[in-house]
């Protein structure tokens, strides 16, 4: 009997949809001045996290989106912010949850490792230009800051085109996904430019020619509109910005935008051939 992946465990065998709960702004950082009290932020993100187990969401992702200008190493109070919030969830959520601090990928580890979470989406490998300066992550200590935690059984999404973030050297998508998936990342990610816009179908394509089986999900743009070539191509996607009201990143989650897209997605997978 073949070993089931970390993916497996946590999703089975369908294409996950992972749909954003994006945090408000961590204390300290420039989104938070005048930020409104605790306790109604508490039950924006309480809202946002029904809408979408209520629509049908296979797993929810939290993210410090709102900590513009984002950094490659986030203090100590932002992963404080994020486990507390996550803490403040753990009795409603019934769905695979995981945790991404951009883009320092061992404080998200350590948030997720502190918090029952089943997963990681952060930079892991890889140099890149960025608009956050360098972005060099150590993928050695990203394993073993994993092993050390004792947290073997989360899965490890690693981006292989980010946002904001052009490859060093020219390394193409397919040397990247090759290596990661060499590494033992349990996923690869394909980003557009920035949030909210779609990916590139060509750098997935081009990710599953040498992730040897590993899955290559699509993590930005992704929408109504274009889930059924997505998922033609995608072992995932990670979605956030246009299931929020008006499409629009920074906006509550819409439950009637949930809905409509996971109505399609359940079609599309009950159609698979």
Known sequence: MTTPTRLQTIFGDIKPVIGMVHLPASPGQPQS??????????????????????????????CNESDLPYTTKVSQEVGSWAAFFIGEMRSIMDKPYGVNLLWDPIASIAV???????????????????????????????AQTRTRLRAEHIA????????????????????????????????????????????SVKDVQEAKTTSKGVPVFANTGVRLENIEKTLQVADGVII??????????????????????????????????
């Open 112 to 142: 997720a490792a502190s918090t029952g979470a089943s997963f990681v989406r952060e930079v892991m490998c890889g140099s890149f230009a960025s608009e956050m300066g360098i972005l060099q992550p150590d993928p050695a200590l990203v």
């Open 156 to 199: 490890l999404l690693t981006n292989i085109v980010p946002e904001f973030a052009t490859a060093l050297e020219g390394r193409t998508v397919a040397q990247r996904a090759q290596a990661a998936s060499y590494f033992g990342f349990d996923a690869l990610l394909v980003s557009g430019p920035v949030a909210g816009e779609e990916f």
């Open 33 to 62: 001045f005048n930020q409104a009290p605790l306790e109604k932020l508490v039950k924006d993100v309480e809202k946002d996290v029904r809408a979408l187990i209520a629509g049908g969401i296979d797993g929810l992702l939290f």
């Open 240 to 273: 956030g910005s246009s299931l929020k009201v008006d499409g629009k990143t920074f906006n509550p989650v819409d439950p009637s935008r949930v809905k409509q897209f996971i109505e399609k997605v359940e079609v599309l997978r009950k159609n698979k051939p």
